[in-house]
């Protein structure tokens, strides 16, 4: 393996839990249309763009809907998540975050944000977390959505560092897919069964050091 001089991180479940306000917001939607939506159907939607989201979930309904209309929910359900996010507090940042991030960035290492979110600014903004990297690379910046590795490429280049000497922490299949896709290895928080294709995977940041991690890697 090269040696490693950036991390990119996902947000939605590798910075902060915000999966389960992206399930209330689209559970009150579906719940409107009509359409069974369980926690379960939820996982499909991890690391996908808010479109793409509820086309998945007007597939479960077996809805077709004009352009305008997805449109017009889309919009529905961010206000709704944004008024979870609104309430977000600073200790809702997943244990282990901050510490991990401070120590590589003391530790040289460049650290950037690679979310399919377009709230991501907002959120650091809530987390007290916007100095804490060199780049973001969010939604609002992207035109390919996971696992298109487009907004990891974006976010190697903005740090200066080869897509090879970047590592990419993600709790999504479609962002470990989006690493390999971009020539990055990548770290999955959450369970093997879940993330099969991520090179090794670690139920957090907690209790780990970056050099660690990257032994485990080798
Ligand atoms: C990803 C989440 O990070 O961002 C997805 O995992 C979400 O669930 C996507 O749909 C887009 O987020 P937003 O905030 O732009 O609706
Ligand atoms: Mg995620």
Redesign the pocket.
């Known amino acids: 393996m090269e040696k490693i001089k950036g991390l990119i991180f ?4 590798v910075i902060v839990d ?2 389960k306000y ?1 399930y209330l917001a689209w559970k009150a939607l579906a719940l409107e249309l009509n359409i069974p939506f369980t926690e379960r159907d939820n996982e499909k ?6 479109r793409k ?1 509820f086309e998945i979930i007007l597939e479960i309904g077996n809805m077709v809907m004009s352009e305008e209309e997805k449109e017009k929910y889309c919009t529905k ?2 206000n709704i ?1 944004l008024e979870y996010i609104d309430k977000l507090k600073e200790e809702e940042v997943l244990k282990g975050v901050k510490k991990f991030i401070a120590d590589a960035r003391e530790k040289g290492y460049k650290i950037a944000l690679g ?6 600014g907002l959120i650091l903004s809530k987390l007290n977390l916007t100095g804490a990297f060199d780049a973001v690379i969010d ?1 609002t910046k992207v035109e390919k959505a996971k696992p298109d590795p487009e907004v990891f490429l974006l976010g190697a280049r903005a740090l200066g560092v080869d897509k090879e000497a970047c590592i990419v922490f993600e709790d ?1 299949k479609a962002g470990v897919e989006a690493a390999h896709n971009g020539g990055m290895k990548a770290v999955g928080i959450g369970t093997k069964e879940n993330l099969p294709n991520a090179d090794l995977c670690i139920s957090g940041l907690e209790n780990i050091s970056v050099g660690e991690l990257l032994k485990q890697m080798k």
């Open positions: 996902d947000l939605d479940g915000t999966a992206h939607l991890k690391g996908v763009s808010r989201s359900k961010n998540y979310s399919a979110s377009k709230n991501a939604g999504a």
